[in-house]
Each structure stands twice: as structure tokens, then as C-alpha cells.
């Protein structure tokens, strides 16, 4: 039997229109404004936390290594956690979820404070407590990121994806300095302890928002399925694939800025807090800049051809700040790389986050987010240990090297003409006929296609099945296989699983109108009468309950909605 009929595909727009909604539209949604407002307090707090504990290691440890490592400490849980977090934020309340990460960098902002003040900070323990705070971050973010999708309307979310990266670099471009100014006039402890007084705006934002929730009659996924579901789709995503693996690559090359700032200003330039903390600030200017006009310079060049601009005016801007022996050389150096990260970086979130449904967002942010910082994480632990070993200078020069490597992945694999939407969530087909008595934990389930194709369609109807395959795969589907038969040549038969039933209801409800229409295709391909669809139970003696009194923890509900 077939499906119902396909919903027409609406056309896709792209994600930097020629014209469209201001900047600064977004604000004029109130949840989104508050929201946005106490994210710069708590983006304040960050900055200001990871100056002061970058200065507090200069004095606990000779290592460059080690103050490279505060940066690392913060940053690798965005590595490690991201992708489980992403898919915690898919699973639940995403508003509650962001609530309880909150705790972690302020219990790790209190601690820190705390054993400054008593004199019993060491340099594991400021690590630890840096990783603390990096943490509940991490936790966080994909969950307020993907939130935001729920604050906005879509026409409005290209720009309040870019509004959150300035919220960031606003913060970035004074905290600093800030942080560098209250290190020098009152001390690490009160340091420490104003950032965690910067968390609470958030908290009573989140508090407010009245968060509306789209009930779903089907139970949650586990967190090992949502996982392994949201690895399945990217898997299968060569695009994102490509976009994971260059941000990965550019946080590895700018982590040379980010984890070496604190050198740069007592060994190049031989200043004190107060100038890292302008260093900083200058990196921070640059950002915002490169954020306010990453939208103007996309409409006029294309996504690649900005993120290559990019890429190469940090590159140089590297390589003269290691050449630099005052600070009015560098600070304008700065600027310019803080432009080309922001740009480069908020162009790739952009793309991201607009390039997948819904239902897997933020989990597709927890990936992008695990490369990005992982490059961070991992590049302040490399280029930090390379000072060790040819100094300062060359190993800057060393990461503008990179940075011109990487940039030569745009010319291999460029994003121009692949940076639209994603095609929108299709129409939920009705439930399917079943007979059995069967509960959503019920499986694993096989799903079998029939085909008849005419052998001289065979080659462009297997170009459509290899295509639809991949969607299928990206949806949840598993073992996905395309067979022929051998007597009857005009016979094909597509065969994928589901562990189980429930899984594969969600499997039907990720299909966008794109994949839809692609089924579409192939259906059109076949005789009258096809395809054939088969649902089937594996191992159905494995799944009876053998007494009619036997506990099923299964959704009765549901079971009585399909059948009844």
C-alpha cells in the first residue's frame, strides 16, 4: 500500500536574504530581550572569572603551559559534554534544563572566591574549579542556543543567532578589561566573587519566560538512543559533516589568541593585568565589529567567500602580533582577528543552526559547539606546549601557518550554493493499521518497501533510492539496505529497522517536506499498485508476554490509540 499523498514543498529561502528583518528586530520580542540581556550579564561573569583565574596562574605557576591550560580547563567540557548535552536539551524542557546548568558555574564562581580567600588555591584546584564552571556552561548552551528557535519567529532567528554572538563579544570587548581593571584595584577574591553575581539576571529571566511546550504522545527518547540518533543523523549529513570538521580546525588555529593572551601581554609587551585585560577588549572590539556586519558582507559575497576574507585577515593579523613589540601595534592586530573570528564563527553557527530541523538542533549545536571548542581546548594545550619548546614568537607563526591550511578546505569543498534552510517539518501521516496488540517498546521493527521499476529506469531509480537511503539513515533509520531480485530484475526491495515501535513513529514524524517529496520520486518510479509497504516485529516469540498478568511497562495508551 502506499503512504498518502506528499504535501507540496514549500521553496526554500536562504539563509542570508538579500532583504530582511533588522538586526536589532529580535529585541522587539520580549522573552527574547530579557533573556538576551541577562546573557551579557552572565557573558560579563565569564570574561571577568577567566581573566582573573588566567592572572591568578601566573602567580601559582612558571609554566606557560599551565596558563595556557585555564583556557583549556574551560573549555574542554564544551568538548566532551556538548553532544550529550545537545541531546539532553532535545529530550527535555529545555527552559528547565538551562535553570539547572546554571548551578555549576555559580557553585564553581563560589568556590573560587572561597579558596582565594583562604589561601588554599593551588594550581590543580583552580583547574578543577575552571573546568567546574566550563561545565555547567557547556551543559547550557546547546539548550539556550536551541531555545532560541522558541523566543523568535523564524525570519527573525539568522538575526538573533547573531544578536547571542554579540551578546557574547560585548561582554568580551569590555569584561576584560574590566576583569583586568577590579583584578588590579580589588584583588582575585572580590573578582571571583562579583562573577557570581552576574548569573542571577539570567536565572530570573529564565524564571519569567513562560515557556510553551508542544506535548508529544510519544514517551522521551533515552538519552544513549537521542545520542546515537543525533550522531546517525550527522553521519549522514556530508554538509555538516564538512562545516563540524572546518570549525574544529578554526578553533584549533584562533586558540594561539585565547590561550596565549596572558603571554603575549607580560612576555612580548611586558605589561601587567591592566594590559591583558585591553588585549583582550581589543580582540573583543573586533568581534562585535565582525558580528554587526557579518550579515551585510554575506549578502554581498557568499558564505565562503566571507568565511575565506576571514580566515586570512586572522592569519596575518597572527603573524604581525608576533612581530609586534608595542601595544599600539597590536591592539589594532587584535581588532582585526577578533573581525575574522567572529565572522568565520558566527557564519558557520548560522549555517548550523538553520540547517537542521528542529527536532535534532540542539543536538546538531552540542556537535558544532564540541568541535569548536574542542579546537580551542586542544589548540591551547598544543600551542601552549609548543612555547615551551621554539618560544613565543614562533609559535604564533606557527599558528598563522594553520590558519592559511585550513583556509585551503574552502577551496576543496565550498559552501556557496549549499547554504540554504532546511527544508521545513512535513505533515504527520496518520498512524499506520496495525493488528497486533503491540506497545511503543515493542521491537525491533523492520520496514519493507516493494518496488517495481522498469529495468530501463533502473539507474536514475537507484540515484533517488541512494538519496532517499541517506535521508532515511539521518531520520533514525538503522541497517538501511536496497536489494534486487535475481529472477525478477524489475523487483527491488528496500529494507531499514527500528529498535523499537515508538522509534519508528518518530522516524515519520522528522521527515521534512524535502524528504517527503523525495519518496515521492522514487514512488513514481513504480507500476500502479506500488510500493508495498511492510511493517514487521522481529523475533515476535521474544516480545509475547508469556501470562496475561505479566507487568508491561509499555504505553497502553498508545497501544489502544493504534489499534482501538
Not at 15 to 26: H, M, N, Q, S, T
Not at 32 to 47: D, E, M, P, Q, T
Not at 56 to 66: F, H, N, R, V, Y
Request: hydrophobic residues 50%.
Amino acid at each position: 500500500m502506499k503512504e498518502p499523498d506528499n504535501p507540496q514543498p514549500t521553496k526554500q529561502t536562504n539563509v542570508v536574504p538579500a532583504r530582511g528583518p533588522g538586526l536589532f528586530a529580535p529585541l522587539g520580542e520580549p522573552v527574547f530581550r530579557r533573556i538576551w540581556l541577562a546573557s551579557l550579564a552572565s557573558n560579563f561573569g565569564l570574561l571577568i572569572v577567566s581573566v582573573a583565574a588566567s592572572w591568578e596562574m601566573t602567580k601559582l605557576s612558571d609554566s606557560p603551559g599551565m596558563v595556557a591550560l585555564v583556557q583549556t580547563a574551560i573549555m574542554s567540557p564544551f568538548m566532551v559534554f556538548s553532544m550529550v548535552a545537545g541531546a539532553l536539551a532535545d529530550i527535555f524542557d529545555r527552559r528547565r534544563l538551562s535553570l539547572f546548568s546554571l548551578g555549576f558555574p555559580i557553585v564553581g564562581a563560589i568556590a573560587l572566591t572561597v579558596t582565594s580567600a583562604l589561601g588554599i588555591s593551588s594550581s590543580a584546584s583552580l583547574l578543577g574549579l575552571c573546568f567546574l564552571v566550563g561545565f555547567g556552561l557547556a551543559l547550557f548552551s546547546p539548550a539556550w542556543q536551541a531555545s532560541v528557535g522558541e523566543q523568535v519567529s523564524a525570519r527573525l532567528l539568522p538575526s538573533a543567532i547573531v544578536l547571542n554572538g554579540i551578546s557574547f563579544n560585548i561582554a568580551r570587548s569590555v569584561g576584560p578589561a574590566l576583569g583586568g581593571v577590579l583584578v588590579a584595584i580589588v584583588g582575585v577574591v572580590l573578582t571571583f566573587g562579583i562573577t557570581t553575581l552576574l548569573y542571577v539576571p539570567l536565572l530570573i529571566a529564565l524564571l519569567m519566560w513562560k515557556r510553551e511546550t508542544e506535548v508529544s504522545r510519544l514517551p522521551p527518547e533515552s538519552l544513549r538512543n537521542a545520542i546515537l540518533v543525533g550522531l546517525r543523523y550527522a553521519l549522514n549529513s556530508p554538509r555538516l559533516i564538512h562545516m563540524l570538521l572546518r570549525s574544529f580546525l578554526l578553533g584549533f588555529a584562533i586558540a594561539s589568541l585565547y590561550g596565549l593572551m596572558p603571554l603575549i601581554a607580560r612576555d612580548l609587551l611586558g605589561g601587567g593585568p591592566q594590559l591583558y585585560g585591553l588585549l583582550l577588549a581589543a580582540f573583543g572590539v573586533g568581534a562585535v565589529i565582525g558580528a554587526f556586519s557579518t550579515n551585510a558582507v554575506a549578502r554581498r559575497t557568499g558564505a565562503e567567500w566571507l568565511i575565506r576574507l576571514a580566515i586570512l585577515a586572522m592569519a596575518l593579523a597572527i603573524v604581525g602580533i608576533a612581530l609586534s613589540t608595542t601595544q599600539w601595534a597590536t591592539l589594532p592586530l587584535l581588532v582585526i582577528a577578533g573581525i575574522g573570528w567572529m565572522a568565520s564563527a558566527t557564519m558557520f553557527n548560522v549555517l548550523v543552526q538553520t540547517g537542521s530541523p528542529r527536532w535534532v538542533n540542539a543536538r546538531v549545536l552540542g556537535m558544532f559547539q564540541t568541535m569548536i571548542a574542542g579546537g580551542l581546548a586542544l589548540g591551547s594545550w598544543a600551542w601552549g606546549s609548543l612555547v615551551d619548546v621554539v618560544g613565543l614568537e614562533a609559535t604564533l607563526a606557527c599558528s598563522s601557518a594553520a590558519m592559511l591550511l585550513f583556509a585551503l578546505l574552502g577551496l576543496v569543498r565550498p559552501l556557496d550554493g549549499q547554504d540554504g534552510k532546511v527544508s521545513p517539518i512535513a505533515e504527520i501521516l496518520p498512524d499506520p493499521d496495525i493488528a497486533m496488540a503491540i506497545s511503543g517498546r515493542s521491537g525491533p521493527i523492520t520496514i519493507e518497501l516493494e518496488y517495481r521499476v522498469d529495468p530501463e529506469h533502473a539507474r536514475p531509480f537507484f540515484r533517488v533510492m541512494e538519496e532517499l537511503g541517506r535521508s532515511k539513515r539521518r531520520n533514525g533509520a538503522r541497517m538501511w539496505r536496497l536489494a534486487r531480485d535475481l529472477a525478477d530484475p524489475a523487483l527491488w526491495v528496500e529494507r531499514y529497522r527500528h529498535e523499537t515501535w515508538d522509534d519508528y513513529l518518530r522516524h515519520r514524524r522528522r521527515q521534512t517536506v524535502d524528504e517527503r517529496r523525495l519518496q515521492a520520486d522514487a514512488n513514481d518510479f513504480s507500476e500502479a499498485g506500488y510500493p508495498v509497504v511492510r511493517r514487521l516485529l522481529d523475533r515476535p516469540t521474544g516480545s509475547v508476554r508469556w501470562a496475561a498478568t505479566a507487568p508491561d511497562r509499555g504505553d497502553s495508551d498508545l497501544v489502544r490509540s493504534i489499534i482501538g
